[in-house]
């Protein structure tokens, strides 16, 4: 599975939109991109996948770029049960099952 | 729908001991993935198991840990004769048969903790 680059940290405040960045240049066509969230001392969380088009659900968008070289998280409107560690991850489809490459993932601070 | 569960949450033994985590997938799920994290460090893939076989064991160290999904029952991850280095967070996942895009749904986590 292709590699993915996120910042270290982000800090956001609360009630304020949040966009988490992620790239992934080498991305190939069967590669679905992935978002977890791990709070502390908690199991990750499955937040968002999609492949070329963008996606919505009830926890957030996920805004994939033409090229697909590159992705955002959009969490729309910050709570403090927010802050977690969120992780990108590539999966390709037929690919080895359930064996993800967890990074280092950003870091995401809400302040009140 | 109960999600994955883990017991136990955290369990503490001593140098040389045996652990046994338990993983019950959520319910319709059939494939079980097992992962580890260190403390301060990211979560490394351990096994991928489906009922009565052991699919990918290629993140499992290659003495003293095991692991089965037996035909009946949660599946099991255990580890012979712990040592400090042992001591991490262990999280199970599930997934069903087929997947949207290989999604995975991941466990609570279990803590050993190696005195």
């Known amino acids: 599975d292709a590699k993915t680059t996120q910042p270290n940290s982000m800090e956001s405040n609360e009630e304020e939109p949040v966009h988490l960045p992620c790239n992934h240049s080498t991305i190939s066509g069967t590669d679905y991109i992935h978002w977890y969230r791990q709070l502390p001392s908690q199991g990750p969380e499955y937040v968002i996948h999609g492949l070329t088009s963008n996606v919505n659900n009830r926890m957030a968008s996920l805004a994939i770029a033409e090229d697909r070289k590159s992705s955002t998280l959009i969490l729309h409107r910050a709570t403090l049960r927010d802050a977690a560690v969120y992780y990108c991850?590539?999966?390709?489809?037929?690919?080895?099952?359930?064996?993800?490459?967890f990074g280092k993932g950003t870091k995401l601070s809400v302040k009140p | 729908n109960a999600g994955v569960m883990q017991n136990p949450r955290h369990l503490v033994r001593r140098r040389g001991q045996e652990a046994r985590l338990r993983c019950s997938p959520m319910?319709?799920?059939?494939?079980v993935y097992w992962y580890r994290q260190l403390p301060e460090e990211g979560l490394k893939f351990m096994v991928y198991l489906q009922k009565e076989n052991i699919i990918d064991e290629s993140g499992m160290p290659k003495e003293r840990f095991s692991a089965e999904f037996p035909k009946e029952g949660p599946s099991i991850l255990r580890i012979q004769q712990v040592v400090r280095g042992d001591s991490a967070a262990y999280f199970c996942?599930?997934?069903?048969?087929?997947?949207?895009?290989?999604?995975?749904?991941f466990g609570e986590g279990s803590w050993l903790t190696v005195v």
């Open positions: 319910k319709g799920h059939s494939h």
């Open positions: 991850i590539l999966i390709n489809y037929g690919g080895s099952q359930g064996n993800l490459i």
């Open positions: 996942a599930s997934s069903p048969r087929e997947s949207s895009g290989n999604t995975i749904y």
